[in-house]
């Protein structure tokens, strides 16, 4: 319960603490969070930088916890008291002291429980193979059914990949209902990151990690997750994911916010009307000023009239079914170097090539129109 409670507080609490707390940041730090009424641009800067810290704090406060939310009673090491590196012998003197304390014939029926917990540990530590598995995947490999390293790591894995396909599946889901676009490079890369530790942690061949062995003892000592056994830290990596996780969508939401809908449809929109205003100073710039460069107007209108006539006989052309393959066969093919080198033969018999040109930038109709009536006095 307290797992799925964790993320929705963390979800909608660093907000309201933004809020709370910004008055007095305002009060006792005005170089950094100066007063502003809220909604103005100060305010939405002080809020950032604000929730910002909470965040990192929050995140801080994550990290140095580590294995606090683990059981006690699923660290066998800390149960008998003894380290992650103790040998044989001291796995004895360590039993055979706690059974001095919690023996039922020493400490009364009351200490069963504790006692039972105690030779459960001593019988899994004490075998290397269960011990190997043990560290790797916590106290549920007393109920799997296997003999050997291998058995138990295929076991593992397979009850490991569940965490990885909810995860994967979850932010799949997102990605194709178009939410948490922001960030989500920081994610997939968190979730990569999260899979190739935890296949180190559960592959490696010794119970403890060469490059954590060569970390300062400080480090160990204020972050005691680092000598516990693997299955802790990879539950800790699965709790440090998810945290991360929701930081970078909430931190991305005030960074980077996505912009309203109204405002992205009226900005496709007007991205549409201006390349559309683009085509059409273009068109008009290379179709119809080179025609009313002749300057009477007569012969413009005639020039027009007969350019209009051949493209409509053109998209009749190439609407028809019968002849629409062959024709776009046509345009396909190149134009012989007689007619690219052709001047124009007077008004109203436009070149040729030019023609196959504009008739080739106009859309087909959807269905074929009827063919125009020609006049033959365009062309006298």
Not at 166 to 191: D, I, N, P, Q
Not at 225 to 250: E, G, V
Request: glycine content about 6%.
């Amino acid at each position: 319960m307290a797992s799925l409670l964790t993320p929705l507080l963390w979800s909608f609490l660093p907000s309201q603490i933004t809020h709370q707390i910004l008055p007095y940041l305002s009060s006792s730090l005005p170089g950094i969070f100066p007063s502003a009424q809220r909604g103005s641009p100060t305010y939405l800067r002080n809020y950032r930088l604000a929730f910002t810290g909470v965040i990192c704090t929050y995140l801080a406060y994550t990290f140095y916890k580590g294995e606090g939310g683990q059981d006690f009673k699923e660290d066998y090491y800390a149960l008998l008291d003894v380290n992650k590196g103790v040998d044989e012998d001291g796995l004895k003197r360590a039993y055979r002291n706690l059974s001095r304390l919690y023996h039922p014939d020493r400490a009364g029926s009351g200490k069963d429980d504790i006692f039972i917990l105690i030779r459960r540990a001593y019988e899994t530590l004490q075998d290397p193979v269960k011990r190997y598995a043990y560290d790797r995947f916590g106290p549920q490999i007393i109920d799997w059914k296997s003999a050997s390293v291998r058995e138990y790591i295929i076991t593992g894995l397979n009850h490991s990949i569940g965490f990885y396909v909810v995860s994967g599946g979850f932010m799949l889901l997102l990605s194709l209902l178009g939410k948490a676009r922001e960030g989500s490079y920081w994610r997939h890369t968190l979730f990569i990151f999260l899979l190739l530790s935890e296949l180190t942690l559960i592959l490696s061949p010794t119970s403890s990690q060469p490059f954590l062995a060569r970390l300062p003892r400080l480090l160990h000592y204020a972050f005691p997750i680092l000598d516990a056994p693997q299955f802790i830290q990879i539950t800790f990596l699965h709790r440090l994911f998810t945290t991360i996780s929701i930081a970078i969508n909430q931190l991305t939401s005030v960074w980077c916010p996505s912009p309203p809908p109204r405002e992205a449809e009226l900005e496709k929109v007007l991205g549409m009307l201006r390349q559309l205003e683009m085509e059409s100073v273009t068109s008009f710039q290379g179709e119809v000023v080179p025609l009313m460069s002749a300057g009477d107007p007569k012969i413009v209108e005639g020039l027009i009239q007969g350019t209009m006539e051949d493209i409509l006989v053109e998209r009749s052309i190439s609407s028809h079914p019968q002849i629409r393959q062959a024709y776009q066969a046509a345009l396909l093919k190149p134009i012989p170097r007689v007619l690219r080198t052709q001047p124009q033969r007077g008004f109203g018999y436009p070149d040729p090539a030019r023609q196959l040109e504009i008739a080739r930038n106009i859309p087909l109709p959807p269905s074929p129109p009827p063919s125009p009536r020609l006049n033959a006095s365009w062309r006298t």
